[in-house]
């Protein structure tokens, strides 16, 4: 693990910095604590909270809590998955954040990161997150309420799975930046993720597809950065 180097040897005119969004440049509040906040008499994610649970017919005292995430026990594999906001792991049902959550309020940032501070300061940047592309207009919002200018390399959205796209974040960002760099004939870029499988991804993406591009690809979490 190494500390982030300084603004200043990271602002060059020839590297093309690109940044994820929720985690990486603001501090995005996560489903996961919003409901541990509900359940300690906090109501704003009620809602949310019970139509998840309708879905697998359970109830908020099944849940139980590790390592950051919710839970339901199913030993016998008895709970039906309807949707993409559960996932089973072994004997155990996990709640996902609902796809209703990154549209709602509730789940956009109100600080800025250390790594966001950095955004400010580079001159070459861009944005490329796994906010869906429907909601773009709020990313650009949130931009401009926490101080941020928008990217002059441009601001990229997910466009989300659909029957017409099978494409999962991941991919949909490796080949994002691979384009990105490419078309915009950069020799030098640095992408910045709190997510290890986008760091992977990214990384092998770039690789495969622009082996001259010197890219590093940084595991963000706060001021600290390590590579996977």
């Not at 929720?22 to 019970?50: A, C, N, W």
């Not at 950051?68 to 792991?89: F, H, L, Q, T």
Request: glycine share 4%.
């Amino acid at each position: 693990m190494r500390f982030l180097k300084l603004f200043e040897e990271y602002n060059n005119d020839d590297v093309l910095h690109i940044f994820d969004f929720d985690d990486t440049i603001v501090d995005s509040p996560r489903f996961e604590d919003q409901i541990r906040d509900y359940l300690k008499e906090d109501i704003s994610v009620e809602s949310l909270l019970d139509e998840l649970l309708s879905q697998i017919n359970k109830n908020k005292s099944d849940l139980k809590y590790d390592n950051g995430r919710y839970y339901i026990d199913d030993p016998d594999n008895e709970i039906n998955i309807i949707g993409k906001d559960c996932v089973r792991k072994k004997k155990r049902v996990y709640l996902t954040s609902p796809e209703k959550y990154y549209y709602s309020e509730l789940s956009f940032p109100s600080s800025v990161t250390e790594i966001g501070e950095l955004y400010k300061k580079v001159k070459n940047k861009a944005i490329v997150t796994a906010r869906y592309s429907k909601i773009r207009h709020k990313v650009v919002e949130y931009l401009k309420k926490l101080g941020f200018d928008y990217p002059n390399y441009g601001l990229y959205c997910f466009p989300g799975l659909s029957d017409k796209n099978l494409e999962r974040a991941s991919p949909w960002k490796g080949r994002t930046i691979v384009k990105l760099i490419k078309e915009n004939g950069f020799k030098k870029a640095k992408f910045y993720d709190d997510q290890a499988k986008n760091i992977k991804e990214v990384r092998r993406a770039v690789s495969e597809n622009l082996p001259d591009v010197e890219f590093e690809a940084i595991k963000v979490n706060g001021w600290w950065t390590w590579d996977i």
